[in-house]
């Protein structure tokens, strides 16, 4: 029963975490690039421009972030309570 409480313990934390991420950390992470890369960069090869990233951009902190943080941080909970109670 611990097992599964820290399971869906650490994936709340990890889901918390990726929220927090999206309020505090992407507006930072666009205005870096913005300020780094200027207005009219363009990837060489791909073409791509700077409104093309940061929309690659949300949709790796909107949709990625939360998807691996909770499924890192639940699997996390799990095998640090199974050490804890001496399951192999």
Do not use: C
């Amino acid at each position: 029963m611990l097992q599964i409480a820290a399971t869906v313990g650490g994936g709340l934390i990890g889901m918390a975490l990726a929220f927090g991420a999206n309020i505090f950390a992407l507006p930072k992470a666009l205005r870096q690039q913005r300020e780094k890369l200027g207005d009219d960069w363009q990837m060489p090869i791909t073409g791509w421009n700077l409104e093309v990233l940061e929309k690659h951009t949300r949709f790796i902190y909107r949709f990625w972030m939360p998807v691996v943080f909770t499924v890192v941080l639940a699997a996390a909970g799990y095998i640090v309570t199974s050490q804890a109670n001496g399951v192999r």
